[in-house]
């Protein structure tokens, strides 16, 4: 014991982090997550920023026509597709949107909500007329041809029933998926550790497909579907979103690494506080956390099978992950 009763090894001195740290690190959920990986490592190899990869590397995902996120993704029950985005640098600046319609990038909006305004959140019609007035063009109210498919499939029953988010090609045959039976997930959220050794993430999303026009989700909630705090890690979060929110998820795995869990046992700990508050419920239900600390250690978790997250460090090249799961 020191002097004034602390123990010794209670402080970890900074240099010996520092000499243990492995950067660049990149992190992103599901598969789509490997062509978002690819602009995203490439700032982060040539000592970019964190926040520039995570923006650039989601707004990959957004412009894909056959993906879950962006325009031409899954409509709510009303037939609009309805768009929640968010972003947070080194310095602990965020911004985000929600209920977004007709833009083609909101994790970009999001950015300049954190860079140009006043304000963290922006939603609805004010943040589609900041995001024109940015110059971000108006985009047509069409949904995509998967979407229309799918949308008048539900018509026929109407029925809201999320379907567990899993990563159909890798561990199918399950639950039928919402498009094309080849995932049923709308969200990617990315977090980085630059060469400077900074922390940013990104996390932008269609929402729940069918959900009641208005709803918003996790994924624009800072501390819910995204958190980063450039002393200890970053942490992002999939599935179902209210679940997130009702415990601040990537807060709590921020926190819980601040209490030296690693990023893995960081995520299961949050996993599990959904599970305990749902009992039975939760078997029907999927989260999933990715977190990285400022080490470049990094971990995921999820409550079922089937989360898969794409990692790329200066060893691992852009590969998909399956970490573990609680069913
Ligand atoms: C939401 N968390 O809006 C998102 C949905 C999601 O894969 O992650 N889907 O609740």
């Known amino acids: 014991m020191g002097s004034l009763g602390i123990s010794a090894f209670a402080v970890k001195p900074v240099f010996a982090l520092e000499n243990k740290m492995v950067k660049p690190v990149l992190l992103s959920t599901w598969d789509a997550g490997i062509a978002a990986n690819k602009p995203a490592w490439e700032i982060l190899k040539n000592k970019g920023r964190a926040l520039d990869a995570v923006e650039n590397g989601v707004m990959v995902t957004e412009a894909s026509q056959n993906c879950c996120v962006g325009l031409g993704a899954n409509p709510d029950r009303d037939g609009f597709v309805t768009l929640d985005a968010s972003i947070m640098d080194e310095f602990g600046n965020c911004g985000s949107v929600a209920f977004l319609e007709r833009i083609?990038?909101?994790?970009?909006?999001?950015?300049?909500?954190?860079?140009?305004?006043?304000?963290?959140?922006?939603?609805?019609?004010?943040?589609?007329?900041?995001?024109?007035?940015?110059?971000?063009?108006?985009?047509?109210?069409?949904?995509s041809e998967d979407a229309k498919k799918s949308y008048?499939?539900?018509l026929k029953q109407s029925r809201y029933q999320p379907v567990i988010n899993i990563e159909n090609?890798?561990?199918?045959?399950?639950?039928?998926?919402?498009?094309?039976?080849e995932w049923n997930h709308d969200t990617i959220g990315m977090i980085a550790l630059?060469?400077?050794?900074?922390?940013?993430?990104?996390?932008?999303?269609?929402?729940?497909?069918?959900?009641?026009?208005?709803?918003?989700?996790?994924?624009?909630?800072?501390?819910?579907?995204?958190?980063?705090?450039?002393?200890?890690?970053?942490?992002?979060?999939t599935g179902v979103g209210e679940e997130v929110i009702k415990i601040c998820g990537t807060h709590l795995v921020v926190e819980f690494m601040r209490q030296?869990?690693?990023?893995?046992?960081?995520?299961?700990?949050?996993?599990?506080?959904?599970?305990?508050?749902?009992?039975?419920?939760?078997?029907?239900?999927?989260?999933?956390?990715?977190?990285?600390?400022?080490?470049?250690?990094?971990?995921?978790?999820?409550?079922?099978?089937?989360?898969?997250?794409?990692?790329?460090?200066?060893?691992?090249?852009?590969?998909?992950?399956?970490?573990?799961?609680?069913?």
């Not at 305990?276 to 029907?284: C, E, H, L, P």
């Not at 400022?294 to 995921?300: F, I, P, R, T």
Request: glycine letters at 12%.
């Open 169 to 181: 090609k890798q561990h199918g045959p399950f639950a039928p998926s919402q498009i094309n039976g």
């Open 260 to 327: 030296g869990m690693t990023p893995e046992e960081a995520c299961k700990k949050a996993v599990e506080r959904i599970v305990k508050r749902n009992g039975a419920k939760a078997k029907d239900i999927q989260v999933a956390f990715i977190a990285i600390n400022k080490q470049g250690e990094y971990g995921g978790y999820s409550i079922q099978k089937g989360f898969n997250y794409a990692l790329c460090t200066p060893a691992i090249n852009n590969q998909l992950i399956n970490p573990k799961y609680l069913f």
């Open 152 to 154: 008048r499939d539900w």
């Open 104 to 143: 083609k990038h909101p994790v970009s909006v999001a950015r300049r909500v954190m860079e140009k305004t006043p304000h963290v959140l922006l939603v609805g019609e004010g943040a589609q007329k900041f995001a024109v007035s940015e110059g971000f063009p108006l985009e047509p109210a069409e949904l």
């Open 194 to 237: 630059d060469m400077n050794g900074n922390l940013s993430g990104s996390c932008t999303t269609s929402g729940m497909g069918f959900k009641m026009r208005g709803r918003v989700g996790d994924s624009p909630i800072i501390g819910a579907g995204l958190y980063v705090d450039n002393e200890i890690g970053a942490a992002v979060s």
